[in-house]
Nanobody, 120 residues
């Protein structure tokens, strides 16, 4: 059973930092990509950042470039999102996302989400 466990959210003042973690239990799957999405109240879930598991290339939404950094620990099958200089508009539930592969097929999975609240 594949499982993604998000953690690290919380309440922080504007300008502060948080580090999110997502630990993946992947069993016989291989990881192709992992990343983060976020969903603010009343809005759709949106892409935040992604990392290619093999070449460690990264991608970011323009709204977080220069402030957020995605990284991964291959041995722990864990992805991190370091969030600096947080703004009120970063307030959302953050969801870990994974694209896994096995036997030539790909599958996507989501974490349960972790709440990030940025106060002024």
């Amino acid at each position: 059973q594949v499982q993604l466990v998000d953690s690290g959210g919380g309440l922080v003042q504007a300008g502060g930092s948080l580090r999110l973690s997502c630990a993946a239990s992947i069993h016989t799957f291989s990881i192709a990509n992992m990343g983060w999405y976020r969903q603010a109240p009343g809005k759709e879930r949106k892409f935040v950042a992604t990392i290619n598991w093999s070449d460690v290339s990264t991608g970011y939404d323009d709204s977080v470039k220069g402030r957020f950094t995605i990284s991964r620990d291959n041995a722990k099958t864990t992805v991190y999102l370091q969030m600096n200089n947080l703004k009120r508009e970063d307030t959302a539930i953050y969801f870990c996302h994974a694209i896994l592969s096995r036997e030539g097929l790909t599958f996507q999975y989501w974490g349960q989400g972790t709440q990030v609240t940025v106060s002024s």
